[in-house]
């Protein structure tokens, strides 16, 4: 059974780091590029970044390139999101996404994605 658990979110202060994680389980990780989005309150969901190992890349939204970063480990079956220098546009819940495909085709899209998780709200105020 594919499934994707969110995890570290919280209430951060502006200019603060946070570090996602997105467990990952039931096929093989190296198969799939896995993708970060965020979903802020009334507004739709944006394609954050991506990671594909075969690629050898990852693939960033203009808008946090330089200050999040993404990444991935075989052995704990993890795909890491670490965000930096966060401020309050950053406010969401953020979702992991499994690509049907072993690279980041369609980045910016929700499309070819089959499986997602939950979310884990991240929430940058005082």
């Known amino acids: 059974q594919v499934q994707l658990v969110e995890s570290g979110g919280g209430l951060v202060q502006p200019g603060q780091s946070l570090r996602l994680s997105c467990l990952v389980s039931g096929f093989t990780f190296g198969r799939h590029a896995i993708a970060w989005f965020r979903q802020a309150a009334g507004k739709e969901r944006v394609a954050v970044s991506c990671?594909?190992?075969?690629?050898?890349?990852?693939c960033y939204h203009y808008d946090v390139e330089g200050r999040f970063t993404t990444s991935k480990y075989e052995t704990d079956r993890v795909v890491y999101l670490q965000m930096s220098s966060l401020n309050l546009k950053y406010t969401g819940v953020y979702y992991c996404?499994?690509?049907?495909?072993?690279?980041?085709?369609?980045?910016?899209?929700?499309?070819?994605?089959?499986?997602w998780g939950l979310g884990t709200q991240v929430t940058v105020g005082f």
């Open positions: 996404a499994r690509l049907k495909y072993d690279r980041c085709y369609n980045f910016g899209t929700d499309h070819g994605y089959d499986y």
């Open positions: 990671f594909s190992k075969t690629g050898g890349n990852s």
